[in-house]
């Protein structure tokens, strides 16, 4: 029933930054951990990052470093700051609760490549 909508992606050279965003339909979105997934041609969909009710963060190991998951309640928003780009993180990148819900929203494409 909850209902996200992925913005921000694009082409980017190796070593380039993009910044993601996920808006939720949700106006209880504040209490739930939220998370974002990606999706690389022809490989399972994995999990990329987390954020809690109370901020803390955890990240896939090859990310760390790189990546910053954030959060905005007052705009029921969720946030991937991507710098660093390598190409093998280009993929379709979503954003759902942590827990999942089955509504995942058409993603949005990250490439990055020379």
């Known amino acids: 029933q909850v209902q996200f909508v992925e913005s921000g992606g694009g082409w980017v050279e190796p070593g380039g930054s993009l910044r993601l965003s996920c808006a939720a339909s949700?106006?209880?979105?504040?209490?739930?951990?939220m998370a974002w997934y990606r999706q690389a041609p022809e490989k399972q969909r994995e999990f990329v990052a987390r954020?809690?009710?109370?901020?803390?963060?955890y990240y896939l190991e090859s990310v760390k470093g790189r990546f910053a998951i954030s959060r905005d309640n007052t705009k029921n928003t969720l946030y991937l700051q991507m710098n660093s780009l390598k190409p093998e993180d280009t993929a379709v990148y979503y954003c759902?609760?942590?827990?999942?819900?089955?509504?995942w929203g058409q993603g949005t494409q990250v490439t990055v490549s020379s």
């Open positions: 949700t106006d209880i979105f504040r209490i739930y951990t």
């Open positions: 759902n609760t942590y827990l999942g819900t089955d509504s």
């Open positions: 954020i809690g009710t109370d901020y803390g963060t």
